[in-house]
């Protein structure tokens, strides 16, 4: 896919992974129409992005992927200001720290709501304009995590898990359109996405020290790597992309033991 002149369309576009692909993105001549709920990291990443690249369209657009009404009103909006729609990356997403059982229904649905019904709605949302593109690309974050299952992660994990299904359910009914489906499993990334987690209610402090020390030593990519390997997946129109040599191990590891990988990692990541 050539993505010079085309129009992406990035949620969660204010930190992270999402202004690392707009910034990417930008120095390949994308057009950009940025998405987040984050109204100054949004601005951020909009004014990052065209100081990056004279004479490219940045539009952004403060939206929270969880509010449907929102979402479907957007399309027509970023039409106005693009023209066109040819790559959607749904990116955003949350964490929730906590076992099943301390975790509440809202908490779960709240988590399901952004990682999973958003990447829904903005696939429902922009499908009609990305299939009149002549080369279009739909491209959808999940995680390690959607290859894996660790304890304490049951909603994070669920969430992802139903991405990489709905992605790969929807490549296959859109084979031989012009709009093709990457789905993209990152391992350790480093943003704030675990320090910014809604811890539930009851988890012990010690525990939630580790947890934070675990991420610190396991997110070490940095945000621009993971951007350039996605990009570079789209460019190649890679079905599955994993970020880093860490998804490459686990992607491995979980078909080797798909029920008995987790007494091989889990060691290492208690040590």
């Given at each position: 896919m050539n993505l010079d002149g085309r129009v992406a369309v990035i949620t969660g576009a204010g930190s992270g992974i999402g202004r690392a692909l707009a910034l990417c993105l930008a120095r390949r001549s994308c057009h950009l129409a940025l998405a987040d709920i984050d109204e100054k990291g949004l601005a951020q990443t909009q004014a990052q992005a065209q100081a990056n690249a004279a004479g490219l369209r940045v539009?952004?657009?403060?939206?929270?992927?969880?509010?449907?009404?929102?979402?479907?009103?957007?399309?027509?909006?970023?039409?106005?200001?693009?023209?066109?729609?040819?790559?959607?990356?749904?990116?955003?997403?949350?964490?929730?720290?906590?076992?099943?059982?301390?975790?509440?229904?809202?908490?779960?649905?709240?988590?399901?709501?952004?990682?999973?019904?958003?990447?829904?709605?903005?696939?429902?949302?922009?499908?009609?304009?990305?299939?009149?593109?002549?080369?279009?690309?739909?491209?959808?974050?999940?995680?390690?995590?959607?290859?894996?299952?660790?304890?304490g992660q049951c909603a994070y994990s669920a969430s992802k898990f139903a991405v990489r299904g709905f992605s790969n359910a929807l490549r296959h009914e859109l084979a031989g359109t012009r709009v093709s489906v990457s789905v993209v499993h990152p391992g350790g990334v480093a943003t704030n996405i675990a320090r910014d987690a809604r811890i539930a209610p009851g988890v012990p402090a010690d525990e939630l020290r580790h947890r934070l020390d675990l991420?610190?030593?396991?997110?070490?990519?940095?945000?621009?790597?993971?951007?350039?390997?996605?990009?570079?997946?789209?460019?190649?129109r890679r079905p599955r992309i994993l970020v880093g040599r860490d998804a490459l191990m686990i992607s491995l590891l979980e078909r080797l033991a798909p029920v008995g990988y987790w007494r091989v990692l889990a060691p290492r990541l208690q040590a």
């Amino acid at each position: 896919m050539n993505l010079d002149g085309r129009v992406a369309v990035i949620t969660g576009a204010g930190s992270g992974i999402g202004r690392a692909l707009a910034l990417c993105l930008a120095r390949r001549s994308c057009h950009l129409a940025l998405a987040d709920i984050d109204e100054k990291g949004l601005a951020q990443t909009q004014a990052q992005a065209q100081a990056n690249a004279a004479g490219l369209r940045v539009s952004a657009h403060l939206l929270n992927v969880a509010n449907r009404e929102a979402v479907a009103a957007l399309p027509a909006v970023v039409l106005k200001a693009q023209g066109r729609v040819d790559l959607l990356i749904n990116n955003a997403g949350v964490a929730l720290a906590g076992n099943f059982e301390l975790v509440s229904e809202a908490d779960f649905e709240w988590l399901m709501e952004i990682n999973f019904y958003g990447v829904v709605r903005m696939t429902r949302a922009f499908l009609a304009a990305l299939r009149t593109s002549d080369d279009a690309c739909i491209v959808n974050i999940s995680s390690v995590f959607g290859l894996i299952s660790p304890p304490g992660q049951c909603a994070y994990s669920a969430s992802k898990f139903a991405v990489r299904g709905f992605s790969n359910a929807l490549r296959h009914e859109l084979a031989g359109t012009r709009v093709s489906v990457s789905v993209v499993h990152p391992g350790g990334v480093a943003t704030n996405i675990a320090r910014d987690a809604r811890i539930a209610p009851g988890v012990p402090a010690d525990e939630l020290r580790h947890r934070l020390d675990l991420a610190g030593k396991l997110l070490r990519m940095p945000p621009e790597r993971a951007a350039e390997i996605i990009v570079r997946g789209v460019e190649k129109r890679r079905p599955r992309i994993l970020v880093g040599r860490d998804a490459l191990m686990i992607s491995l590891l979980e078909r080797l033991a798909p029920v008995g990988y987790w007494r091989v990692l889990a060691p290492r990541l208690q040590a």
